[in-house]
């Protein structure tokens, strides 16, 4: 069974930073992309950047881009995305998922990571 398991999230000024990981377990991650999504309360699932398992290619949504930075480690079976200069606008629950291209159907889901941007 696909597992994955967010972590990194937590409380953060506007302006600050944070990483969050995405962890891999009982398949290995380099044979998918990975997105990661958020999600906030009266608003739909926003992809907003993507990695295919290949060379590989990046993808950001305008609302992360030049802010956001997608990144992996297929030896220690990890992706990450480094989120700089937050705005009260990305707090939401973030979500990794295991699909089969950027973008792509997916495989599996996290159970997500609470990020609050807030002074």
């Known amino acids: 069974q696909v597992q994955l398991e967010e972590s990194g999230g937590g409380l953060v000024q506007p302006g600050g930073s944070l990483r969050l990981s995405c962890a891999a377990s009982r398949f290995a991650l380099d044979y998918y992309a990975i997105g990661w999504f958020r999600r906030t309360p009266g608003k739909d699932r926003e992809g907003i950047s993507c990695i295919t398992g290949t060379r590989p290619d990046t993808f950001y949504s305008d609302s992360v881009k030049g802010r956001f930075i997608i990144s992996r480690n297929n030896r220690k079976n990890m992706v990450y995305l480094q989120m700089n200069n937050l705005k009260p606008e990305d707090t939401a629950v973030y979500y990794c998922?295991?699909?089969?291209?950027?973008?792509?159907?997916?495989?599996?889901w996290g159970q997500g990571t609470q990020v609050t941007v807030s002074s």
């Open positions: 998922a295991a699909q089969a291209a950027c973008p792509g159907p997916a495989a599996a």
